[in-house]
């Protein structure tokens, strides 16, 4: 498979490697100032850039007919846009904040404890996600997914960085030196609490669910999700 790379940085070149080390061709770096691009050999584009970029660069693939893996956070008030060319172009889109194979099963697993715990009014949940200090987005594009998630399973209506209000998912974010990536859902009462939580250790997970991602969509045209990469939806 011949893969472009949008964004050669820290997950671009993680993406590099697992790529070839599974064998697939990377045909094009495009970074920052790249100039004019050539999608002729493209049989996949890889968005990991930044959130001001995201959109350009999704929205010239479809427009060349490249199917696009974008991991980019921070740039979704775009992402109703990117859709509705996908789909005049007839092209084929998997977004996701987080292409770890571990926290597509964690946002399941979300997704279920906030329908049970909707229940019980004894319990608040709250969220927090550390990152790497180079980090340009809070909250992390994950803590959003998981409160979305939240609010869609329960009586939340709402999330808040830092101070929230009654009704709202209090979400923390830190930044400490190089860490990859660690969510944690938290749901405490006056007697105890119960917390989920993903750690990544590098950065090779992200960069493999999001290979994985690109194989699956090859010969499809549609708007997906890691759940139907993982055939989650059974
Ligand atoms: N969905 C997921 O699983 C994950 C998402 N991310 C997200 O991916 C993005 C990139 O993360 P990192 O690689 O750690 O950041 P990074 O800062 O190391 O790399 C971003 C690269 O994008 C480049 N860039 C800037 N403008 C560009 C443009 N117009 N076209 C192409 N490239 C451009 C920068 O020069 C830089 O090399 C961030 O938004 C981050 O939150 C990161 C890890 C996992
Ligand atoms: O910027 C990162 O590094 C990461 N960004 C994603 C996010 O915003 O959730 C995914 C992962 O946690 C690493």
């Excluded at 968005?47 to 001001?52: A, G, H, L, V, W």
């Excluded at 998630?149 to 923390?172: C, F, H, M």
């Excluded at 030196?177 to 250790?201: L, Q």
Aim: net charge negative.
């Amino acid at each position: 498979m011949n893969i472009a790379l949008f964004g050669y940085g820290k997950m671009g070149k993680m993406i590099e490697t697992v790529s070839q080390n599974k064998g697939h061709n990377i045909v094009a770096k495009i970074d920052v100032d790249s100039g004019d691009i050539d999608y002729s050999e493209m049989d996949v584009a890889i968005d990991f850039s930044m959130p001001d970029a995201a959109f350009d660069n999704i929205s010239g693939c479809f427009e060349n007919g490249v199917p696009v893996i974008s991991g980019t956070t921070g740039w979704l008030d775009n992402y109703d846009d990117a859709v509705a060319l996908c789909q005049e172009k007839n092209g084929a889109f998997i977004y996701a904040s987080n292409f770890s194979l571990g926290v597509t099963i964690f946002f399941e697993l979300n997704r279920y404890l906030a329908q049970m715990m909707s229940r019980l009014d004894q319990y608040r949940v709250s969220l927090e996600e550390i990152h790497h200090t180079q980090k340009l987005d809070a909250p992390s594009g994950t803590a959003i997914s998981l409160a979305e998630d939240i609010i869609e399973n329960s009586d939340y209506q709402g999330w808040k960085l830092d101070r929230a209000g009654d009704g709202e998912i209090p979400v923390t974010s830190k930044r400490i030196g190089d860490t990859p990536g660690t969510h944690t859902v938290n749901y405490g009462s006056k007697v105890d609490h119960i917390e989920i939580r993903h750690a990544a250790h590098n950065r090779e997970g992200f960069a493999l669910g999001a290979v994985i991602a690109a194989e699956w969509i090859q010969g499809k045209t549609g708007i997906f999700t890691m759940k139907d990469v993982l055939d989650l939806n059974r």
